[in-house]
C-alpha cells in the first residue's frame, strides 16, 4: 500500500490521481498529514502540485462523471476532511476505471460517501447565504466575520454578488486566513491581518470591529433587533424547534441574537 501526502489543495489531490494512473498504483490512501500513521509495509510518497497533470484529470472528469456528480466532487473536496479526500480520490479511480458513466452509482462506498460530504457541505453553504450579517464601515464597506465548518466561501460569492450589486463588501473566513472581496465590479480573493479585527465581545455573541464603523451602524442595528422583537410571537415560542433551523453556532452572526 502506498500513501500518498499532498498539499491539501485542489491541484495537489488531482496530483494523486494522476500519478496513481502514471505508476499503477490504486490501493493507496491519501492524506494532507505528513506525520500519518503508516503500516508495516507502506510507503510515504510526497505528491507535488503540478498543474499540468491536475488539469488532465479535471478535464477527464468532466468527460467521464456527470455535472452532478463533478459538483459533488467538488463540494466533497471543500470539505477539507481527509474522509472526503479519500472518497474523492476512490471516486475518480473508480469512474476512469470503468466504460460507462457510474458516478451515480450509490451502490458504491466512495460515490455513496462522496455524495454524503457533499450534502453537508452544500448544507453549510446554504446556512452562510442565510445568516450572514454585514455591517457598515465608514468608507462604506460592508464587513462580516464568519467561521463556517467548511470551506464555502467559494461557493457562496455568487449568491451575495448577484444580491449585493450595488456596494462594496468584504467576508472573512476567520478560520482560513482569507476572505472573498467585492468592489462593485468583480469577486476577488483576499488575505488581510485577522488580528486587526476583534472577533467577538466578551460575551460570545457579537460582532465587533477594530475599524470605524458608520455613525448609524448602531441606530440600525437597533432598528433591526426592534423589528424582530415585534413581529416574535412569545407565546408561541419553541426554542427547541428554533435551534433545529437556527443552530446556536450561527448566532454570532445575528444582529437579533446579540445583548
Known amino acids: 500500500m502506498s500513501i500518498y501526502i499532498f498539499d491539501g489543495t485542489m491541484t495537489g489531490l488531482l496530483s494523486c490521481i494522476f500519478r496513481a494512473f502514471q505508476f499503477k498504483e490504486f490501493d493507496v490512501q491519501v492524506s494532507t498529514d505528513a506525520n500519518v500513521q503508516t ?14 497533470h491536475a488539469q488532465r484529470v479535471w478535464q477527464g472528469l468532466k468527460l467521464k462523471a456527470s455535472d452532478s456528480a463533478f459538483k459533488q466532487f467538488y463540494y466533497a473536496f471543500l470539505s477539507e476532511q481527509q474522509q ?5 480520490f476512490n471516486f475518480a479511480i473508480y469512474v476512469f476505471q470503468q466504460q460507462r458513466d457510474v458516478s451515480k452509482n450509490y451502490g458504491h462506498a466512495d460515490v455513496l460517501g462522496m455524495s454524503q460530504w457533499a450534502k453537508q457541505v452544500g448544507r453549510e453553504k446554504h446556512r452562510m447565504e442565510a445568516f450572514v450579517r454585514f455591517k457598515k464601515c465608514q468608507d462604506g464597506l460592508f464587513i462580516s466575520l464568519v467561521s463556517p465548518d467548511f470551506n464555502v466561501l467559494p461557493i457562496i460569492e455568487r449568491h451575495f454578488k448577484a444580491r449585493y450589486q450595488d456596494q462594496r463588501w468584504l467576508i472573512y473566513d476567520e478560520k482560513r486566513n482569507f476572505g472573498i472581496y467585492y468592489d462593485l465590479h468583480k469577486v476577488h480573493q483576499v488575505q488581510m491581518d485577522a488580528g486587526a479585527i476583534d472577533r467577538q465581545t466578551a460575551s460570545g455573541h457579537s460582532q465587533s470591529f477594530c475599524i470605524e464603523l458608520d455613525d448609524e451602524e448602531v441606530l440600525y442595528d437597533q432598528l433591526w433587533k426592534d423589528y424582530f ?27 437579533e441574537k446579540t445583548l
Open 229 to 255: 422583537r415585534s413581529v416574535n410571537i412569545e407565546a408561541r415560542r419553541n426554542m427547541k424547534l428554533h435551534v433545529q433551523y437556527v443552530p446556536r453556532r450561527y448566532w454570532r452572526y445575528m444582529n
Open 39 to 52: 503500516g508495516l509495509f507502506a510507503e510515504v510518497i510526497d505528491v507535488a502540485s503540478n498543474d499540468e
Open 84 to 88: 472526503a479526500f479519500q472518497h474523492c
